[in-house]
T-cell receptor, first 109, second 113 residues
């Protein structure tokens, strides 16, 4: 089945810094989503982005489907950005989202 | 519009007990899913249902059964709980083949002692 790898596994930032999270996947996809899991365990859908670029406030994402990777950019990070960021994909022959292991982000003030 | 609702939010079971986790969605989605999340790992698929009346195994189905009661509801049953099933369980739904993402419930934290 399709493989999803996220990097880095852990990231520690000072408030106000920028960061880039990467997601590599092993096959063509119909669906790619980025999620933020907050410290209370809630999964928040950030982007549905199987291709192209989207922006939402301080967050933006780019997926280059032909090269099988996606990037999540966080600018001017805040302590509330802390948590785990997951990339999840559904392959073209797939039946469900497959998750990477996540990037744990810690933002300190 | 509640989205995906899971009950209960927390549960403690003794080894060998049984229980059913409930999930309901009000978005008229065809597909529904059960995932589990263990520490340091992403979510892993237990079972899914592509439409009412159909269910299929995912990556980690052993020890679980599911029922797609109707289009809205998809339940997950543990017949004889084991400590290895201590996890956080998430239900999700999807509209299928349309440019929409999956919607997740808020999770059920299950501890088996």
């Amino acid at each position: 089945g399709i493989q999803v790898e996220q990097s880095p596994p852990d990231l520690i930032l000072q408030e106000g810094a920028n960061s880039t999270l990467r997601c590599n996947f092993s096959d063509s996809v119909n669906n790619l989503q980025w999620f933020h899991q907050n410290p209370w365990g809630q999964l928040i859908n950030l982007f549905y982005i199987p291709s192209g670029t989207k922006q939402n406030g301080r967050l933006s994402a780019t997926t280059v489907a032909t090269e099988r990777y996606s990037l999540l950019y966080i600018s001017s990070s805040q302590t509330t950005d802390s948590g785990v960021y997951f990339c999840a994909v559904e392959g073209q022959a797939g039946t469900a989202l497959i998750f990477g292991k996540g990037t744990t982000l810690s933002v300190s003030s | 519009n509640a989205g995906v609702t899971q009950t209960p939010k927390f549960q403690v079971l003794k080894t060998g007990q049984s229980m059913t986790l409930q999930c309901a969605q009000d978005m008229n989605h065809n597909s529904m899913y059960w995932y589990r999340q263990d520490p340091g790992m992403g979510l892993r698929l237990i079972y899914y249902s592509a439409s009412e009346g159909t269910t299929d195994k995912g990556e980690v189905p052993n020890g679980y059964n599911v029922s797609r009661l109707n289009k809205r509801e998809f339940s997950l049953r543990l017949e004889s709980a084991a400590p290895s099933q201590t996890s956080v369980y998430f239900c999700a739904s999807h509209r299928d083949r349309v440019n929409y993402g999956y919607t997740f419930g808020s999770g059920t934290r299950l501890t088996v002692v």
